[in-house]
């Protein structure tokens, strides 16, 4: 298999997702950010992204979940790679993930220890397992708690030593537009993923819910950063024509193939929302 196989299974078009955070968390570090552990902080995040990405190619290859699917092919499911490979490549992934922590652990606090074993297993379970929660429509909770909350907060924790109300509220924005990628993924297979058994948000609530959630925590997003209260918040106001496009598309598709190409316009939303509110940090700092 060949580089361009293994760039389908990381799914890039998500990485905004893992990157996003971490930009915002380095920012309000502020004069106390640490390069070096800014990095492995990044390398986690991007590592259990990837990770994820992966495992779940892996599960629901596996399970025969991705058959007959909408979106970009899967590498089991396609047939581009076998199970075991595709299971081998999440699993260095999250060596590496455990390593960059483990790192980090020893030169802050060893409580991230536990948060990153909490976080590998969450990665894992999403869709593996007996009964993966991801199945049962709670993706969109996990995404918002560990590519929002833990790695927003954890970024500017390992390079302050420190947790505040502002590193909260910060990393609202990314939780909620991390969710909001889901979101269109899972209604882009909607269909399908009701088919199968496959219990996500999107097909408990159906489309029409669906896109009004997406449209809300768009809406969170941008709340959330004017409620940092911070001088240059108002910056992110400037993505608002961005973010209502995106909404406005969402909410006019009528055909699943159509969300394809709104995946990776929502995740240059994301990142350029998180360049802006970082920005905004930065400068407030």
Request: aromatic share 10%.
């Amino acid at each position: 298999m060949n580089f361009k196989t293994w760039l389908i299974g990381a799914r890039v078009k998500t990485l905004p997702a893992a990157v996003s955070p971490v930009l915002v968390g380095t920012a309000l570090a502020g004069m106390d950010r640490h390069w070096l552990r800014a990095l492995l902080a990044l390398i986690v995040s991007l590592s259990l992204q990837i990770a994820v990405n992966f495992a779940n190619d892996y599960s629901d290859g596996v399970r025969g979940t991705d058959e007959n699917r909408v979106g970009p092919t899967r590498l089991v499911a396609g047939g581009l790679a076998s199970a075991s490979a595709v299971k081998r490549a999440a699993q260095i992934c999250f060596l590496v993930a455990a390593i960059a922590g483990g790192v980090l652990a020893a030169q802050t606090s060893y409580w991230l220890l536990v948060v990153g074993v909490i976080a590998i297993a969450a990665a894992w379970f999403y869709t593996g397992g007996s009964n993966p929660y991801g199945y049962l429509g709670f993706g969109e909770i996990s995404v918002f708690i560990f590519f929002g909350l833990v790695a927003t907060m954890g970024t500017y924790y390992v390079q302050s030593e420190q947790i505040t109300l502002l590193s909260f509220i910060a990393a609202i924005p990314m939780g909620a537009l991390s969710c909001a990628i889901l979101m269109i993924n899972n209604l882009r297979d909607r269909a399908q993923d009701e088919l199968v058994g496959k219990r996500t948000l999107a097909v408990r609530i159906g489309d029409r819910a669906g896109k009004r959630l997406f449209i809300l925590l768009i809406l969170l997003a941008h709340l959330a950063a004017l409620a940092t209260l911070t001088p240059f918040a108002v910056f992110t106001l400037l993505i608002a024509p961005l973010s209502f496009d995106l909404a406005r598309s969402v909410g006019l598709v009528t055909e699943r193939q159509a969300f394809i190409p709104l995946l990776g316009k929502a995740g240059r939303l994301q990142l350029i929302f998180a360049v802006g509110l970082s920005a905004a940090l930065w400068l407030s700092t």
